[in-house]
């Protein structure tokens, strides 16, 4: 079936390590989108990226980073400077239609808790 | 800079009763604006997505309306069952950041009950 696959879907992590969350799709979209969503709160753009070897900042970007090697694959590493990183992490895709976003599909998300 | 604001922020409606979720917008420069799904724990799923040429988008007991003039968008449920129990999320596509990401509102948490 075709979709997007994240994981780890729990993981936990000692202060001071940096972690990476995987994020596969397989529906040959060009554009994915990593986003952070905390109890009560709307969701909050981390990074995104339309093409290969290219992504964008979103609004909440420190202390996160990202690759985009392969059209399929858009890993998340939250690294040691971010200084709350708990939250549950939703990576997501979409066709780019003429100028503007299409449908946008998500994973099942990762929630990482920092012991 | 976009905002989205979605009222009410929780509801609780018996079984079958007919509901309507409210998404307002502050930037009526859109392209489009989707309206999603998530239970606890889970990632969002797409209900609905309109364009901002459309009036309106509908999926079985689902109607989702635009007006985009003044910035309001509306998801009707008819029919409510308890499987419909989630938190509806609605989400703007704008011309300002060239629709290159959405605006999420925080969201209505729906409870449907027996």
């Known amino acids: 079936d075709g979709g997007i696959t994240q994981s780890p879907k729990y993981l936990f992590r000692k202060e001071g390590q940096n972690v990476t969350l995987s994020c596969e799709q397989n529906?040959?979209?060009?554009?994915m989108y990593w986003y952070r969503q905390d109890p009560g709160q709307g969701l909050r753009l981390i990074y995104y990226?339309?093409?290969?070897?290219?992504?964008q900042k979103g609004d909440i970007a420190e202390g996160y980073s990202v690759s985009r090697e392969k059209k399929e694959s858009f890993p998340l590493t939250v690294t040691s400077a971010q200084k709350n990183p708990t939250a549950f992490y939703l990576c997501a895709s979409s066709i780019i239609g003429t100028g503007n976003t299409g449908e946008l599909f998500f994973g099942e998300g990762s929630r990482l808790t920092v012991l | 800079k976009q905002e989205v604001t979605q009222i009410p922020a929780a509801l609780s409606v018996p079984e079958g009763e007919n509901l309507v979720l409210n998404c307002s917008f502050t930037?009526?420069?859109?392209?489009?604006l989707q309206w999603f799904r998530q239970d606890p724990g889970k990632g969002l799923t797409s209900l609905l997505l309109i364009q901002s040429s459309q009036r309106e988008q509908t999926s079985g007991r689902l109607n989702a309306s635009l007006d985009k003039s003044s910035g309001r968008s509306t998801l009707y449920i008819a029919a409510s069952q308890p499987g419909d129990s989630a938190t509806y999320l609605c989400?703007?596509?704008?011309?300002?950041?060239?629709?290159?990401?959405?605006?999420f509102g925080e969201g209505t948490q729906l409870t449907v009950n027996p």
């Open positions: 930037d009526s420069a859109i392209y489009n």
């Open positions: 990226s339309q093409i290969v070897n290219d992504f």
């Open positions: 529906l040959n979209h060009d554009a």
């Open positions: 989400a703007v596509s704008s011309k300002e950041t060239s629709g290159s990401r959405l605006t």
